[in-house]
Structure formats: C-alpha cells, structure tokens
C-alpha cells in the first residue's frame, strides 16, 4: 500500500497541484481576514500589512519594527518580545524552507501569472547571462544589511553617526512592491500614492512606486524577475540548512542532460552541473520542484521532509508527465 502511494506520488504532476495550492495560499494571504483567519505577523513569506482583508503578516514589517529597540533594552520585555517573533519565523520556515517563496509568496504567484500571460501572447523571455546572473544576486545581500542597519541606526549611534529619523521605521515596506500592488486585489488604491509630508517620506514613496513599475515590466520579461532581489530570500538562506524540508541530489545518477535548468524558473546552473553537492538548495532556489518533475533519472533528484522521501524522480514517472503534457499540447 506504501509503495502504490509512492508511486502515484512521484507520478503525479506537480506543477498542477503547486499552481492550486498557490490560488489557494493567495486568498488566503490577502483575502483571509475576512474570514477572521490570522497566521500572525511573523511569516516567512509576504503577505502585507497594508491590506486590510489579510490573513496573516510578512515577518519584515515586525523584523524592522523590533530592530528600532535600543541597545540597553535588548534585555527588556521589549527585547524578549523581539526574540519571540523571530524565533516563530524560524519555526514557521524551518517546515517548509524555501517553498515559501515557490508556494506560498503572493508576488511569487502574481509574477507567475504574469509570466502565463506573456506565454500566452507567445512572447519569449529574456536572459541572464552568468555574468550579471552572479552579480546582480548579491543585491537581495545588501538590502537585507539595509533592512537590518538602518532600523537600528534609529534609536542607536552607529560608530557616532547620528540617530536616523523614525521616518526610516519601515524602510523596506516602503519600496516593496507588495504594499502598492496587493491591496489592489481588495480594491484599496491609496497606497498608489507619493507621500509629500516629508522628504523621507517623498523618496521612500516615489521609489516604491519607480520598483512597483520595475516589478510589472520585469514580470513580464524574466521569470520571477524580482526574487532575484528578494531579502527575504537572502534571509531564508541563512537558516535553509536547519530546514525539515529539503532537495536532495545523488550526483552520480546525473547524466547532466540539463532538463532541470531549463524548467528552473531561476534559472540556476548548479541544479544541472553540480554533482558533488548533497543539498542542492540554492540561494536563489523558491523549491517549486519542476527540476524533479522533469529528471528522468531514478532518485537523481529528491524532496525530502527530515530524512523521509516526499517526491523523487523516476523514470516512470517522467514519461508519465511528458506524456500528459503533450497530450494537452495537441
């Protein structure tokens, strides 16, 4: 009876059952609180404050917002308070690792709606060329440091500079795309606006709105353009390896056919030409599991949850799926 559902598992279409579980993730990350559903504001994906019908909050708001704390009140209920919600991201992620961003993120989803319209319209997608693919992932790096220092440089003097305005409270919030574009889905337009009571508030504003275009267009031209610049993904790396969820590969099965980077919505080499690693999780990597849907080698490719099998390449499986998908072709 095991092995029947192990089979029918690593036959199954994943990519189906991902793309139903994102519709249902979206509605109930931005549609959640009508239902009075609350997931809290520590979670490892995005989900914005600024919609008022949400079902839960990203972490970084509260990550920005505690790290405003002092320096003398890090041992303080203040402090303690900090501790507790880091410490529930940490165990909400380490369930589920990077398929946060794969399943769960709603600008992951809408990205992967746009990128269905474009197909649609048969207009192919650009490339990034391992050059500038190595350089620009180091952005998400920086703004992760810039999420982390300026909310501290806010009630603390770092190395005697002076203390930053409250006004930098959320700065991350601020340029992210989420604010301006999720609301949109509860009719809410007021954040499609440029502050003009500050000039902090003026530029932190007006430069959301430049990336909220930036995300559109890129959306369009790059498979899930802006998670090349996530911090969140930056974040999640940092604790992937203490994850329960995990993506294995049994390098000396891998004939390097390259099926999985072309179907990687990332784009990442190493899924095809590392065979030393163990632990193909990237930093890049939103574990969507397409590169294991399209292996046609036997347990090249797994997903496992602790030490047990979840979903493994097979080679009965991979014609099984190719079979199907080009049936629906014709």
Known sequence: ??????????????????????????ILLVYGGVLAIDLGNSLPTFACVFGDKRG????????????TIS?????????????????????????FNKAWCGWA????????????LRQKLKIRSSEYSPKAFQRLKKIKYILLALIILIPLGISNSVAGSPKLSHEFGTPFCMICPGRTLLPLFTGDISQLTVDLSSKTKLVLTALGMGITGLFLVGAFVKKRFICFYCPMSAFHYVFSKASF?????????????????????????EIADDVVSKNIVKDDCVMCFNCVAVCPEEG?????????????????????????RDKIED
């Open 1 to 26: 009876m095991i092995d029947q559902m192990k089979r029918f598992v690593n036959n199954s279409e994943i990519t189906r059952f991902r793309f139903y579980t994102q519709i249902t993730l979206f």
């Open 71 to 95: 320096f003398d009140q890090i041992i303080s209920w203040r402090g303690f308070g900090f501790l507790k919600g880091l410490l529930t991201f940490f165990l909400l992620f380490i369930l």
């Open 300 to 324: 090249c490719l797994e997903v496992t949850m602790v030490k047990g099998s979840v979903y493994k390449s097979t080679e009965e499986g991979f014609f099984k799926r190719m079979e199907r």
């Open 56 to 67: 839960g909050t990203c972490y970084f708001w509260a990550l920005q917002h505690g790290l």
């Open 245 to 269: 969820l995990g993506l294995k590969k049994e390098g000396s099965k891998c004939t390097r056919c390259g099926n999985c980077y072309n179907v990687c919505d990332m784009g990442i080499r």
């Open 105 to 116: 993120c709603p600008l992951g989803t809408l990205q992967d709606w746009i990128t269905k």
